[in-house]
């Protein structure tokens, strides 16, 4: 029996929202859930605007110009690795961010309640029919649940606010700006999540999903985490508030498993097989992160900065320096070498060091120059195949 265009509409209508929705839950990092609070914490909430714009717009216009599902299996496979070791990245991340922040506002048996979250998600993503649709959507009824019953107990919006002696400054915004156009313009092409996406959908339900996906569900995830970001600057005591910490811990803990499923997921149907070395290899990455978080929860300090939120400035290092060199000289055409890739990374590394752990923010512009600039300079020694036929004809 035909469908009717009112069935036909409905169906897409529903397919647009349902792959809105695993857009939005997927691209909730440990990054929009925290990063913000230290933005605030520096700049106010017109750091969050800088932020927010080139992410909710970098995220919205790779769903748009990518055309079809031939060019995404296209640049998969031209890429594959930095595909697979993006997603394993952004995996020993929230590991690190369980064991440094989720452990400290959920308690010490936090890593069972991340284990036993993370495998139910797992699980309900190999469900052969909508399983990203049913996790994605348990993910938001749950974490928009206990969001409102932070607010419901008045205990929740508590905004942050720029601590006295930090770098606020208007033009310290300006100085950001770069960094994040240059990691959030360039960071979704590597996002596996956001390639599956697109090739369930036609190009008109793929730009209505990534428009509503970022546009509207996204940007309230951002704006969830300036809620509650007065709390973790401050430092949330779980003795005093026991409840508002199961309603922070648990969102962070729904949101961090949800994202590591869905990545482990994806590199799975990605790469099949992987070799006993490259297990190993990760396993050790998880061991470090997950210690790197434990041991970050004292009292040390780098330039008055705790040692957890300095190696949280380093793993964003792969999103703002790393993965966005790659994709701007090994993506984007012409299409430049590895070591020209590895030398400009290098290069640009210490400006990004003093950039956002020294804190001296104009350093973030030069670095990017040197990321976009090292595209064309020192210029490529090759030559076309026609100076080549020329040189060869001459005595």
């Not at 929202?17 to 440990?30: F, P, Q, V």
């Not at 952004?90 to 993370?118: D, E, K, N, T, Y």
């Not at 978080?293 to 290092?317: A, H, I, K």
Request: net charge positive.
């Amino acid at each position: 029996m035909d469908e009717s265009p009112a069935q036909s509409n409905l169906i897409s209508a529903a397919r647009v929202t349902g792959w809105a929705i695993y857009l939005a839950m997927s691209w909730t990092w440990c990054i929009g859930m925290y990063l913000p609070v230290l933005i605030m914490r520096e700049l106010g909430f017109a750091g969050v605007i800088t932020f927010a714009i080139p992410n909710i717009v970098g995220a919205m216009a790779m769903g748009w110009m990518l055309r079809d599902e031939r060019q995404s299996r296209v640049i998969i496979g031209e890429n594959r690795s930095a595909f697979v070791w993006y997603s394993l990245i952004a995996i020993a991340f929230h590991a690190f961010f369980a064991a440094w922040i989720i452990r400290q506002i959920a308690g010490p048996h936090a890593g069972m309640a991340v284990a036993g979250v993370f495998l139910f998600f797992w699980i309900v993503l190999h469900w052969r029919r909508g399983g990203e649709f049913l996790a994605t959507g348990l993910a938001l009824v749950v974490c928009a649940g206990l969001i409102g019953w932070g607010f419901l107990r008045h205990e929740l919006p508590y905004v942050a606010h720029p601590v006295l002696g930090t770098s606020i400054s208007p033009i310290n915004n300006l100085w950001l700006a770069p960094a994040w156009m240059l990691g959030f313009l360039c960071c979704p092409w590597l996002d596996l999540t956001f390639h599956a996406a697109r090739r369930a959908m036609g190009r008109a339900e793929a730009r209505a999903a990534f428009l509503v996906g970022f546009g509207v569900i996204f940007a309230a995830m951002l704006l969830i985490t300036v809620a509650y970001s007065g709390w973790l600057v401050v430092g949330l005591d779980r003795v005093r508030y026991p409840q508002l910490a199961m309603i922070l811990g648990g969102y962070l803990i729904v949101q961090s498993c949800l994202t590591v499923a869905l990545h482990t997921r994806q590199i799975g149907q990605t790469r099949e097989k992987i070799s006993m070395r490259g297990f190993l290899g990760f396993s050790a990455l998880l061991v470090i992160s997950v210690l790197l978080g434990v041991l970050s929860d004292g009292p040390s300090t780098y330039n008055g900065m705790p040692m957890g939120e300095l190696v949280y400035r380093c793993f964003l290092g792969f999103y703002g320096l790393i993965f966005p060199a790659y994709v701007w000289l090994r993506m984007v055409g012409p299409r430049r070498s590895m070591g020209r890739v590895l030398a400009v990374i290098v290069i640009a590394a210490p400006l990004y060091w003093l950039a956002f752990a020294d804190e001296e923010m104009g350093f973030a512009v030069i670095g990017v120059l040197v990321v976009v600039l090292g595209k064309y300079f020192p210029p490529d020694g090759s030559r076309s195949p026609a100076r080549v036929a020329n040189d060869a004809a001459k005595p």
